[in-house]
């Protein structure tokens, strides 16, 4: 049996602010979990209902009964396996690919999405704005499908960051150059902004280039979801 203190810290980790106090965050699902297991991730527990479906050398299941489970897990349908790890620590790395900037993104939905993009596109970092959703929050790392343990994020103060960058630094926006029309480099800085206003006008001024995805339908479509468009040029970046 689980004791009611590690429930109840387990439980406390769907909040931003209890992640960042104990350093851990929780995965959910047999799959997701897996991947993870698979990176530089350290694991802190591994709970699972039945402790004979999951068996990893190396690795300590604890049993969980499903009412524990259902105390702790963030799912309507818990599905039986809920890992807890380390948040790893920010790395600084000298950029040599192209790298997403994330200018306010608030949707988890978007956020996990856009992880599990970079991880195919092969767009190994990513860099966020304090205000950028967390991506340890349990909607992102389900829709990461496990992607969140081979990409890197960071947070940082994004006009500071950029102002010392020298790579070209491409924004999006609806009034830019046709995405189409340019040649883009082997690497540079890729920036998706808020779903609803954009990029802010702080970081617009720092963009050296001006892109948008051209709309062939009507007009009655406003814009792009920002996952869709980051799919988009994540493409266009690779061609």
């Given at each position: 049996?689980?004791?009611?203190?590690?429930?109840?810290?387990?439980?406390?980790?769907?909040?931003?602010?209890?992640?960042?106090?104990?350093?851990?965050?929780?995965?959910?699902?047999?799959?997701?979990?897996?991947?993870?297991?698979?990176s530089d991730m350290k694991?802190?527990?591994?709970?699972?209902?039945?402790?004979?479906?999951?068996?990893?050398?190396?690795?300590?299941?604890?049993?969980?009964?499903?009412?524990?489970?259902s105390q702790i897990s963030?799912?309507?349908?818990?599905?039986?396996?809920?890992?807890?790890?380390?948040?790893?620590?920010?790395?600084?790395?000298?950029?040599?690919?192209?790298?997403?900037?994330?200018?306010?993104?608030?949707?988890?939905?978007?956020?996990?999405?856009?992880?599990?993009?970079?991880?195919?596109?092969?767009?190994?970092?990513?860099?966020?704005?304090?205000e950028t959703v967390d991506?340890?929050?349990?909607?992102?790392?389900?829709?990461?499908?496990?992607?969140?343990?081979?990409?890197?994020?960071?947070?940082?103060?994004?006009?500071?960051?950029?102002?010392?960058?020298?790579?070209?630094?491409?924004?999006?926006?609806?009034?830019?150059?046709?995405?189409?029309?340019?040649?883009?480099?082997?690497?540079?800085?890729?920036?998706?902004?808020?779903?609803?206003?954009?990029?802010?006008?702080?970081?617009?001024?720092?963009?050296?280039?001006?892109?948008?995805?051209?709309?062939?339908?009507?007009?009655?479509?406003?814009?792009?979801?920002?996952?869709?468009?980051?799919?988009?040029?994540?493409?266009?970046?690779?061609?």
């Open positions: 049996m689980v004791v009611k203190s590690e429930l109840k810290l387990i439980k406390s980790l769907q909040q931003k602010k209890c992640r960042n106090e104990h350093g851990l965050f929780v995965v959910e699902g047999k799959k997701t979990i897996e991947e993870v297991l698979k694991l802190y527990k591994l709970f699972a209902v039945d402790s004979e479906g999951f068996k990893i050398e190396g690795v300590e299941v604890n049993r969980i009964t499903n009412r524990e489970l963030n799912l309507k349908n818990p599905n039986g396996y809920l890992g807890v790890f380390h948040i790893p620590k920010q790395e600084q790395k000298i950029p040599s690919d192209w790298i997403l900037v994330l200018d306010g993104l608030q949707d988890p939905g978007n956020f996990g999405t856009i992880i599990r993009l970079c991880d195919w596109f092969g767009v190994s970092d990513i860099v966020c704005s304090p991506c340890y929050n349990p909607k992102v790392l389900q829709a990461t499908m496990g992607s969140i343990s081979r990409v890197r994020i960071q947070y940082t103060e994004l006009n500071t960051y950029l102002s010392f960058n020298t790579l070209p630094i491409y924004g999006t926006f609806m009034d830019g150059n046709n995405v189409n029309d340019l040649k883009l480099p082997e690497k540079g800085i890729l920036i998706m902004g808020n779903e609803g206003k954009g990029i802010s006008d702080s970081i617009a001024q720092l963009c050296t280039d001006r892109l948008a995805i051209p709309q062939f339908g009507g007009t009655t479509t406003e814009s792009l979801n920002v996952a869709s468009a980051a799919a988009i040029l994540l493409h266009e970046v690779r061609k």
